[in-house]
C-alpha cells in the first residue's frame, strides 16, 4: 500500500492543458451542434463510443482522451457504456457493412438530439477503405452527421478541441 | 538442409513437386502437390511436429489454389494444391489441425472453395444477409457495388439443460473497443460454453489489396490493425521486397526494428494498465497509460507520427533519426524503465490483483499447441515462439550480439500473460538501447521496382501480438492477383473461446483484456 501511496503522490498531476495546443481539424456540418450543446449540456456532455468498422487506431486516441494527461472528465466529458445515457455518440469508420444494422440501432437507441460525431478519415470519408461491398464509406452515408474530426488518427488534442470548439462553439 | 522438406518427401516421394523461381524468399520452402495428397501432406507434417500458420484461397484463373503454411522452428513450408473452377473441392484439414476450422470456413464464405469433410461449413466473417453467392475474393466478383439484403439465420452452438441461460453481448461494446459478438451459457456465474462471432468490422481488405499499386500497398497493410501499424506495414514491405530481389540498407532494418520493438512496448504498457484495471485496479491503468502517452508523444516528436504509422515503406523506411533523436530516446528509456519497475513490483506485490489474475483464463499448453497458437498467447503457454528468433531480419539474425530474450510461461493463465508482457517490455527497453548504440549509417531508403508477373512473396514478422503473415502474388500483369493477411488473431481468437469456460461471468472482460486480440486484423 506504501509502494502505491508513494507511487501516486510522487506522480502528482500530469493533467495539461491542451487546449488550442493542436488547432483541430473540425468541421462542423449545422449549427444544431453548437446551439443544442451549449443550450443543454452546458458543458457536460456524455458520450457513447461507437466502433462501425475502424481499425482501432482512433480507439486507441480516445482511449487516450481518458488518460490522465487529457483528462477530459475535467469539462464534463466522459464515455458512458450505453447509448440510453449518450448525448453524443463518437463513430469511427468507415461503416462496414456489417455494422450498418448495430450503427444504425445504436443511434435508434439514443435519445434526442443524439449529436453525431465522425471520427477520423475513415469516418469522415472512408478513407483507404473507400466505398465497397464490405465498406460503406463514411458515417454520413447511414446516419446524419454533425461534426467531423479530420485525421489517422486525430491526435487525442485534436480530439479534445473537436469537442471542446462543438460544446463553447467557438 | 530443411526437415520438413525432408519429411513431405519421404511422405508423398513423387507426387510433390518443388517449383523453383516462384516464391521468395527461397528459404521458404513451396511445394505442390495432387489434391488428393493434400491430406496426405498434412498428415506428415504433423508427424513432423509443424505446426499450421496459415490456409488460404487464391483464384488463378480456370483453378483455385489451396495453399497449407507450415511452420517447424525456423522452417516454413507452404503446400500448394489446385481445384478446379467447376468444381471447387478440396480435402479438409481439420482432421489433423484445429486451426483450419476457422480458415477453411473463411475460404468456404469468401472464395467459395468447398473443404471435404469439415465438421461445421457455416459461413464466417460473411454474414447471414449476405447473398449465398457472393464470393468476394473471386476475380468474377464487383466489389465497387453494393451487396444486397437477403434473408438468413446463423444458427449457434447451444448448451440446454436446466439452469442454462444465455448471456448475448455485442456487437457494441461498453467500453471503447471493436465490436464483435459473444454467446455465453453459463449456470449460475459459471461459464459453460463461449461461442464467438467475429466479421462485424470485415472492410473487404484482402479484395482491397487487389485494387492498388504495389506501391502503395503498404498504406493499407499500415491500417489492417490500427494498434499494429508498424508490424503490418514492415511484413508487406518484406514480402514485397523479396519478390523483387530488393535489399534495403543495414540502416533501413535497423530503424525498422526500432519502431517495431517502439511499438511493443506502447502497446504493451497499454495491456498491463488494461488488464489491472479489468481486476478493479485503476490506478494502474493510468499509471501505466501515462509511461504510454510518453512514448507516443517522442514517437510524434522523432518520427512525426504517433503510432508510427506509414514510416515504414517498401524500400526501406520514410525517417532518419539524428543524434539528437537517440539521445531523446536514451533519456526516455531511462524514465520509462524507473517507473516502470516500481510498478511492476507494485503489480507483483498486490495479493488482491494475484488473487483475480492467477489461475484464471487458463489456455493450456497441449490446447495451446493443438490450435496453433502464437505471439504472447502461445508464450505464456508454453510454446517458444518468436519470429525475431526464428525467422529474423537483420539485426535480429545476430544472435549472438542482440541475445534477444525471449520469456516462456507454462501456466496460461492472465498472470502469464501479462507476465510475458512485463518481461518484453523490458527486453524491448534493452533491444532498443543496443540498437541505438550499435546502429550502422547509410541510406534509409531506395527505389523499388514492381515484382515481375506471377511470383509470389511472403513475410513473417512478430508484431507486439505475434506472428504476423503476408504472402504477396503477382498475377499475370503483374498486378497484385492475391495479398492474404494472417494477423495472429486469426488463430489466437479460438484460444479465448477455448480458456473461458469454467470462468466465471464477471472474468470475462479480464481474460479477453489479456489476450486483447485484434478485431480488425482478424475480420479483414
Known sequence: MIRILRQIFSTGIVTEDVLGQEEANIKVAGDRLEEAVKKLFRGSLAIRHVDAGSCNGCELEIHALNNSIYNCERYGIHFTASPRFADMLFVTGPVSRNMEIALRRTYDATPTPKLVVAVGDCGCNGGIFGETYASLGGIDKVIPVDAYIYGCPPTPAALLNGILKAIEGK | ?524
Open chain 2, 1 to 524: 538442409m530443411s526437415l520438413l522438406k525432408d519429411a513431405i518427401i519421404s511422405a508423398l516421394g513423387e507426387d510433390v513437386k518443388f517449383r523453383e523461381n516462384y516464391q521468395y524468399p527461397v528459404s521458404v520452402v513451396f511445394c505442390t502437390v495432387p489434391k488428393t495428397k493434400f491430406t496426405e501432406a498434412a498428415k506428415a507434417m504433423k508427424k513432423s511436429y509443424a505446426l499450421l500458420a496459415a490456409e488460404w484461397a487464391t483464384e488463378e484463373t480456370p483453378w483455385f489454389g489451396i495453399f497449407a503454411c507450415y511452420r517447424w522452428g525456423s522452417e516454413y513450408l507452404i503446400v500448394k494444391t489446385v481445384t478446379t473452377m467447376d468444381d471447387p473441392a478440396f480435402p479438409t484439414l481439420t482432421k489433423k489441425y484445429l486451426p483450419a476450422y476457422r480458415f477453411e470456413r473463411q475460404m468456404n464464405s469468401l472464395m467459395g472453395v468447398v473443404p471435404e469433410g469439415h465438421p461445421d461449413l457455416r459461413p464466417w466473417i460473411k454474414f447471414e444477409d449476405w447473398p449465398q453467392d457472393a464470393y468476394p475474393l473471386r476475380k468474377s466478383f464487383d466489389a465497387s457495388k453494393p451487396m444486397p439484403r437477403v434473408e438468413g439465420e446463423y444458427r449457434w452452438s447451444r448448451a440446454e439443460g436446466e439452469g442454462v441461460y444465455e448471456i448475448p453481448v455485442g456487437p457494441v461494446h461498453a467500453g471503447i473497443i471493436e465490436p464483435g459478438h459473444f454467446r455465453f451459457q453459463a449456470i449460475g456465474e459459471q461459464i459453460i460454453n463461449l461461442e464467438e462471432r467475429l466479421g462485424y468490422v470485415h472492410k473487404g481488405i484482402e479484395k482491397r489489396f487487389e485494387s492498388m499499386r504495389w506501391v502503395d500497398g503498404f498504406r493499407l497493410a499500415g491500417r489492417v490493425s490500427g494498434d499494429t501499424t508498424v508490424a503490418h506495414s514492415l511484413a508487406y514491405c518484406m514480402a514485397l521486397e523479396s519478390m523483387t530481389g530488393f535489399v534495403p540498407s543495414e540502416r533501413a532494418f535497423w530503424l525498422r526494428a526500432l519502431f517495431l520493438e517502439r511499438e511493443r512496448i506502447a502497446n504493451h504498457l497499454g495491456d498491463i494498465g488494461a488488464i489491472c484495471n479489468d481486476a478493479a485496479f485503476a490506478f494502474m491503468l493510468y499509471q501505466m497509460m501515462r509511461l504510454k502517452e510518453g512514448i507516443l508523444r517522442t514517437n510524434s516528436e522523432l518520427f512525426s507520427h504517433r503510432f508510427i504509422m506509414d514510416r515504414i515503406i517498401p524500400g526501406g523506411v520514410a525517417v532518419d533519426i539524428d543524434l539528437k533523436g537517440k539521445e531523446k530516446i536514451l533519456s526516455e528509456l531511462k524514465w520509462l524503465e524507473k517507473e516502470f519497475e516500481k510498478l511492476v513490483t507494485i503489480y507483483d506485490e498486490n495479493p488482491s490483483l494475484e488473487d483475480r489474475v492467477r489461475d484464471t483464463g487458463v489456455l493450456l499448453p497441449e490446447k495451446a499447441r493443438e490450435l496453433c497458437a502464437v505471439g504472447i498467447v502461445a508464450r505464456a503457454s508454453g510454446m517458444n515462439l518468436d519470429c525475431r528468433i526464428f525467422n529474423p531480419f537483420p539485426p535480429y539474425d545476430q544472435y549472438d550480439r542482440i541475445e534477444l530474450d525471449v520469456p516462456v510461461l507454462v501456466t496460461g493463465d492472465v498472470h502469464a500473460r501479462t507476465w510475458v508482457r512485463v518481461h518484453e517490455v523490458r527486453e524491448s527497453i534493452r533491444v532498443i538501447r543496443w540498437l541505438l548504440d550499435n546502429m550502422p549509417d547509410g541510406n534509409i531508403n531506395g527505389t523499388i521496382e514492381p515484382p515481375s508477373s506471377e511470383k509470389a512473396g511472403f513475410a513473417a514478422v512478430e508484431g507486439w501480438r505475434g506472428e504476423i503473415i503476408y504472402w504477396l502474388q503477382s498475377g499475370p500483369a503483374g498486378e497484385i492477383n492475391r495479398c492474404m493477411v494472417r494477423d495472429p488473431s486469426s488463430v489466437n481468437w479460438l484460444g479465448l473461446e477455448q480458456a473461458i469456460p469454467g470462468n466465471i461471468v464477471p472474468d470475462f472482460p479480464l481474460c479477453n483484456k489479456s489476450f486483447n486480440q485484434s478485431y480488425s486484423g482478424h475480420d479483414l
